[in-house]
Structures are given as C-alpha cells and as structure tokens.
C-alpha cells in the first residue's frame, strides 16, 4: 500500500469466521465470500516463498504469473494483445521488464466488449530489506496486498458464475510501492484509451480487511460525488454502515485513473468495529496491524468474518454496477 494516514487503516482481531447472506441467485454465488479459499491464496501469495513479492525480481513475476494462470481458469481474456501479462518497462530500471496482469471476464453475453467495470489490487511488495528484531528480513505483505489480491480473485470467481450485462476486468498493478509506476505506465500507452473510456467505475483494494464489521467507511476518489460512489454508499448505508466521500489521493493505483476521468472508488474502513471499544480496538492493531513490516504474514489467528463482510460488499458493488440498467 502506498502510504498514508494510518488511523484510517484498519487491520484485524480474533473473532469467529462468518459468512454473511448471499444476494445472488447463482448456486455458485450463494455461497458467498469463500473466505478458506481467500484466507489460502493471500497466504500463498504472502509466503516466504514469493521473498515479499519484491520490485525486479523474479518472485515478483512468479506472482504475477500465478495470477494470470488464476483468471485464465476463470476465464478471463485478454484486454492487450494475447496475454493477460502485460509488459512494461520504467526509467529507474530501463532494462527490467515487469509485468501488470489485466484480463476481462465476459458479460452474461459472453461479450468483452463495451461498458466495463474493473476491480485491481496491487502485486508487488517490498521484497528481501531490513531485518527485524526477530531475524526476518522477507516483507510478506499479506495485507498489503496479498489479502486485496485473493478477494479480488473471490469476487472475480463470483462474477464469473453469475457474470453481468457488463464485463468485469481485473488488473492486478506492479510496483505501486515504488510510486504507483505499473498504472502510470498501463496509461502511457497508445491504446489505453480503449480501457479508459469504456471504464464506468474501478475499485481498489489495498486496505486489508476490518475485524468483525467495520460500521464506517472512507470512500476515496468518490468526491465529487459519481454513480459508483453513490451505489458503494447506498449498500453500505443497507448494511448499517456510514460512509464519508474524499477526494481522489495519490495513494492507490486507481489515482492515475482518476486524472484520466475514470469514476474510482478506494474503501478504507474506519475506526468504528461492530461489538468492539477502542480498547479493544487498539489491542487489535497491536496485534496485527504490522504495516511494511517483515510480521505482516499470515496468522494462524487471522479473522476471517471481516474478509467475509468486506468481499461481500465489494460483490455486491460489482453485481449491482455490472446491471446494464442502472446508469453509471
């Protein structure tokens, strides 16, 4: 995650794994958040293995390829040329190829084409640095953003059972941490305009996920206020949550989409926990908010009912924007 003011992030607390009432009527949808299988691809993607996910490096795109194999078994095709591994270069290191993964899942219609709504996560994190007081020197980035990856893979496996009128594309960024260099490259190109222009609402996530339910929410990018911010507000609001709208910041890929005119949305969950006081609270962060450190990995005490509440909010953003006849 690029950085930001930390006391809007929430990070996690023991709690029992929830899954909340499905809205779709898909069989495969009515089973809501996968949460073992979210809580088991963000481990993976955070595992020592992949050293951190680190910029130019070969981990990084082992990661990278990991989630096109992952779309592609969704379904998902190509928005540049032939593969969903889309290669760029940057002026800090001319001769490193890295790779952004951008494939789009068809509408109900098995189209690809016209009004899209895209969803992106970043893969890249700080790779092999500094070493902690306990020796660690790999930075996991579970949360940031192993954990957005694997819901973002969630909510694409849920479209793809119960796909919409418009396609969903899902762009998975490289080297954000190095100054969101993987978007402002992608819109550098000649032919971007072809996904810019169709884009009526893109959705980041690089916030981890809140324990239990978090009652509000900071939506970044929809002020001035914009269909897609309205629609995040109202099923937010039916859920028995607030929200708040700010302006578009430099803090997330969707940013440099914003300055192209794109409608974004950033949710960032606040400091209000549903059942929890802010002793409670602070205990939580303690425990598990480790930013851009070694200690953000998995934990055999990950809360999976906050992944399960905000994966199925961002579902039903999703579902509700790919609705042909709602206007965006």
């Known amino acids: 995650m690029h950085a930001y003011n930390r006391l809007l992030f929430v990070s996690f607390v023991a709690v029992a794994c929830a899954r909340p009432a499905a809205t779709q009527s ?136 119960a796909p919409g009128d418009r396609p969903l594309v899902v762009m998975f960024f490289n080297l954000e941490e190095q100054g969101l260099l993987g978007s402002k490259a992608l819109l550098t190109r000649a032919d971007a305009a072809s996904l810019t222009s169709r884009l009526k609402l893109l959705i980041g996530v690089d916030a981890g996920a809140p324990a239990g339910e978090a009652m509000e929410w900071q939506l970044m990018g929809a002020s001035p206020l914009h269909a897609g911010g309205r629609l995040a507000d109202s099923l937010a609001r039916a859920r028995g949550w607030t929200t708040t709208q700010t302006p578009p910041r430099a803090i997330n890929d969707v940013f440099p989409f914003a300055q192209r005119g794109v409608p974004i949305v950033f949710p960032i969950p606040g400091r209000t926990w549903k059942g929890y006081s802010e002793a409670q609270r602070a205990e939580a962060m303690r425990r598990f908010d480790h930013y851009h450190q070694p200690s953000d990995e998995w934990n055999a005490d990950f809360p999976l009912i906050g992944v399960a509440t905000f994966a199925d909010w961002l579902w039903s953003i999703v579902h509700e924007a790919s609705d042909a006849r709602r206007p965006l």
Request: glycine share 8%; aromatic share 6%.
């Open 26 to 161: 898909s069989p495969s949808a009515q089973r809501g958040a996968d949460t073992v299988a979210i809580s088991a691809f963000a481990r993976e993607l955070a595992s020592d293995a992949y050293r951190g996910r680190g910029p130019w490096t070969a981990d990084n795109e082992r990661a990278a390829r990991r989630l096109a194999d992952e779309l592609r078994r969704l379904g998902a095709q190509p928005v540049f040329g032939s593969s969903l591994l889309v290669p760029f270069t940057t002026e800090p290191r001319p001769r490193d190829t890295v790779f952004n993964v951008i494939g789009v899942l068809p509408s109900k219609s098995r189209l690809t084409t016209g009004e899209l709504i895209g969803l992106t996560a970043h893969i890249d994190h700080l790779g092999v640095d500094q070493a902690d007081a306990r020796g660690d020197s790999i930075y996991n980035g579970f949360l940031d953003d192993a954990m957005g990856m694997a819901m973002i893979i969630d909510v694409a496996r849920r479209y793809a059972a």
